[in-house]
Each structure stands twice: as structure tokens, then as C-alpha cells.
């Protein structure tokens, strides 16, 4: 298994930018794929933007641009560059790593609040 913690969030307000960062308790190197998703008041969680650990990228459309997924595998963290902030990218993100059926699943973070706001 692995834990996850996310920090960096805060306050921000919109055209600003903002670093998340997620920790992770063991090696993140075979870790199939990590990412970032978020969760907002009356919203179903979203995929926000996630890394393979062959270094593919995917992010949803609405963060194309703006956001940069990044993994650290010395530090075993992941990284979510986010600028040119909307009000409506308020919301809690979450860490995710998918270690795959076989390796243990799916696990989760408690999440980091990002609020956009003037």
C-alpha cells in the first residue's frame, strides 16, 4: 500500500498560480500512474491530469495549457503546476496512484483545498 499527502494549497486569485505537491510514502517509480484530481461543492470528481511511470501525460480539456502534471521519482512526489487559475478550478484536489489489481489498487489522498478568488 501507499499514503498519500497533498499540501500546497491555498488561496489564490484568478491569472495566478499555484504548486501542489503529493508525497507518497514508498518508491513512486513503479507505480503505474499517479495524478491529480479535484472535487467541487455540487460537482462529481474529475480527472484533472495524470503521469504514467513511463512519463505519458493526460490532461482533461479544461486545464490543457495551464496545468503541468510532474513526477519526482528521487523525491517520490508529483507535482501539479497550476497557472493562468479560473475561478471554477476551485476545489479540492485530490492525489491519486494506481498501483493496478494486482499491486493493490487504487488509493487516495485526503485532499488540498485551491480556492480562485479576488
Known amino acids: 500500500q501507499v499514503q498519500l499527502v497533498e499540501s500546497g494549497g491555498g488561496l489564490v486569485q484568478p491569472g495566478g498560480s499555484l504548486r501542489l505537491s503529493c508525497a507518497a510514502s514508498r518508491s513512486i517509480f513503479s507505480i503505474n500512474a499517479m495524478g491529480w484530481y479535484r472535487q467541487a461543492p455540487g460537482k462529481q470528481r474529475e480527472m484533472v491530469a495524470t503521469?504514467?511511470?513511463?512519463?505519458?501525460?493526460n490532461y482533461a480539456d479544461s486545464v490543457k495549457g495551464r496545468f503541468t502534471i510532474s513526477r519526482d521519482n528521487a523525491k517520490n512526489t508529483v507535482h501539479l503546476e497550476m497557472n493562468s487559475v479560473k475561478p471554477e478550478d476551485t476545489a479540492v484536489y485530490l492525489c491519486?496512484?494506481?498501483?493496478?489489481?494486482?499491486?493493490?489498487?487504487?488509493?487516495w489522498g485526503q485532499g488540498t483545498q485551491v480556492t480562485v478568488s479576488s
Open positions: 503521469i504514467t511511470s513511463g512519463g505519458n501525460t
Open positions: 491519486n496512484a494506481d498501483l493496478g489489481a494486482t499491486m493493490g489498487g487504487t488509493y
